[in-house]
C-alpha cells in the first residue's frame, strides 16, 4: 500500500480549486471572524494560507493601507505557494515570504518569524492531532486563531479518516477541544460555534497559559 501523506492531496493543485475554495467560504461567520482578528495586528504569520486568498482579502480591505506590515505564510502545496507569492509581491507595503513547506517541520528548527497572531483557517481538521499546531504555534506567538471546518459539537469523540477526496478530516468535539488545550496549557479565550449554510464551524482563539 502506497503511504499517503496529508500534503498530497493539494501539492500540485490549480490555482482555480483555491479560487473555488475561497468563493465557498467568502464571507462566512468564521472566516469573517479570523478576518476581523487578523485585522488587528502588524505582524502575522499564516499556516496553510493555500494561493494567498486570505491575504489578498486583508489587503482589499485595507490592511497594509498607511502602514508596513509583516505577514509570513506557509503553505505545504508548492503550486499554491507560488500563487501566493505573487499576492504578496503585489503588494509593496506587506514585507514577508511564504513558505512552500510544512509549518510544523519550520517550528521544530524553530525558524518561525516573530508575531503577533497566527491564522490557520480551514487547516486542523485535516490534522489528525488539532492540538499539535498551536500548541508548537503558542512557542513564537502569543495569540492563535484558528477556523475549524466541519465540527461535529453533539459527540464528544473527534471522529474522522481519510476522505474521497483525497484529504484527511477530522470533526473536532467542542468537549474534546476543551479538555485538550486545558491538558497542554493553553488558555482558550474562545470557542464559538458558527454556522456556514446547514455546515458547523468552530471560531478558536488560544492563548499561552491557562
Ligand atoms: C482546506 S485548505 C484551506 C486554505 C486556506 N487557509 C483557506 O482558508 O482557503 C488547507 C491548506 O492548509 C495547508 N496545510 C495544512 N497543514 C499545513 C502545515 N502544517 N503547514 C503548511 N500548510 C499546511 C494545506 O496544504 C492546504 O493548502
Not at 499554491?80 to 515570504?97: F, I, N, S, T
Not at 516573530?114 to 486542523?124: D, K, N, Q, S
Not at 500548541?135 to 474522522?160: C, E, K, M, Q, W
Request: aromatic letters at 8%.
Amino acid at each position: 500500500m502506497t503511504e499517503r501523506k496529508y500534503g498530497d492531496v493539494w501539492k500540485n493543485t490549480d490555482k482555480k480549486l483555491w479560487d473555488d475554495m475561497w468563493a465557498a467560504h467568502a464571507g462566512s461567520p468564521m472566516t469573517e471572524a479570523v478576518l476581523a482578528e487578523a485585522l488587528k495586528v502588524d505582524r502575522l504569520i499564516e499556516v496553510g494560507c493555500g494561493a494567498g486568498h486570505m491575504l489578498a482579502e486583508l489587503i482589499k480591505r485595507g490592511w497594509s493601507k498607511g502602514a508596513t506590515r509583516a505577514y509570513q505564510g506557509f503553505e505545504i502545496g508548492r503550486k499554491p505557494a507560488e500563487a501566493a507569492r505573487k499576492v504578496l509581491g503585489a503588494d509593496y507595503d506587506v514585507v514577508g515570504r511564504i513558505e512552500a513547506g510544512d509549518f510544523m517541520d519550520t517550528a521544530s528548527a524553530g525558524m518561525v518569524d516573530e508575531a503577533t497572531l497566527l491564522i490557520a483557517r480551514g487547516v486542523v481538521q485535516h490534522h489528525a492531532h488539532w492540538s499539535l499546531l498551536p500548541l508548537a504555534a503558542l512557542r513564537f506567538v502569543p495569540r492563535v486563531v484558528l477556523g475549524i471546518g466541519y465540527t461535529n459539537t453533539r459527540s464528544d469523540r473527534h471522529t474522522g479518516g481519510w476522505q474521497p477526496k483525497g484529504c484527511y478530516d477530522v470533526h473536532v468535539s467542542i468537549p474534546l477541544l476543551k479538555i485538550e488545550a486545558a491538558a497542554m496549557g493553553m488558555k482558550l479565550v474562545r470557542c464559538e460555534p458558527m454556522m456556514r449554510g446547514n455546515r458547523r464551524e468552530l471560531f478558536v482563539v488560544l492563548e499561552r497559559g491557562q
